[in-house]
T-cell receptor
Framework: NAGVTQTPKFRVLKTGQSMTLLCAQD?????MYWYRQDPGMGLRLIHYSVGEGTTAKGEVPDGYNVSRLKKQNFLLGLESAAPSQTSVYFC???????????????FGDGTRLSIL | AQKVTQAQTEISVVEKEDVTLDCVYETRDTTYYLFWYKQPPSGELVFLIRRNSFDEQNEISGRYSWNFQKSTSSFNFTITASQVVDSAVYFC?????????????FGSGTRLLVRP
């Protein structure tokens, strides 16, 4: 059982380049999330999705776009990468609160992204 | 506003010492969840515990114990007889149930170093 899988694990970009981070979960979770982790700041929510075809902004959405075309996948896009987006990105998923309100979020192993 | 404060940035102890990691939270809601996650040097996030706001019973799991006190808005984590393998960054997090999702608000983390 793979759980939450993030692709790629590492990436180096130049300023202005674009890229997409892929998150895939095989637990049939309704909810999915993208966080970024920066030194001394913990994890901050970028965007999240409560179901296929729906997305919403989190705490730090600027500069990112997301899509949830399939229930098992949640894509995070950087249209024009900036050095301030250098970070470790974590994807997470969880059951809907209506199915089971006590399930914690399951996290992927993270993607380390450097913008030069 | 929702907020989680982990005032201890770094703690260093000698193996077999007991150590307590502090977590103070702010929320407008009466119904919420609190979590602790561990992030070892390998980088993944490991779920440790979830506690809902109506359950103030302390919990013990092996060498780990948690003290939840609504009166002081605290959810502290104690490791008894610490071991080198406990060295990690520990995050406390809050999720408000009234939200349509289970977004997590993280503290900035406490880095624990257990020396042999």
């Amino acid at each position: 059982n793979a759980g939450v899988t993030q692709t790629p694990k590492f990436r180096v970009l130049k300023t202005g380049q674009s890229m997409t981070l892929l998150c895939a979960q095989d637990m049939n979770h309704e909810y999915m999330y993208w966080y970024r982790q920066d030194p001394g700041m913990g994890l901050r929510l970028i965007h999240y999705s409560v179901g296929e075809g729906t997305t919403a902004k989190g705490e730090v959405p600027d500069g990112y776009n997301v899509s949830r075309l399939k229930k098992q996948n949640f894509l995070l896009g950087l249209e024009s990468a900036a050095p301030s987006q250098t970070s470790v990105y974590f994807c997470a998923s969880s059951y809907s609160r209506y199915r089971n309100s006590n399930q914690p979020q399951h996290f992927g192993d993270g993607t380390r992204l450097s913008i030069l | 506003a929702q907020k989680v404060t982990q005032a201890q940035t770094e703690i260093s102890v000698v193996e077999k010492e007991d150590v307590t990691l502090d977590c103070v939270y702010e929320t407008r809601d009466t119904t919420y969840y609190l979590f602790w996650y561990k992030q070892p040097p390998s980088g993944e996030l490991v779920f440790l515990i979830r506690r809902n706001s109506f359950d103030e019973q302390n919990e013990i799991s092996g060498r780990y114990s948690w003290n939840f006190q609504k009166s002081t808005s605290s959810f502290n984590f104690t490791i008894t007889a610490s071991q080198v393998v406990d060295s990690a960054v520990y995050f406390c997090a809050l999720s408000e149930v009234r939200d349509s999702s289970y977004k997590l608000i993280f503290g900035s983390g406490t880095r624990l170093l257990v020396r042999p």
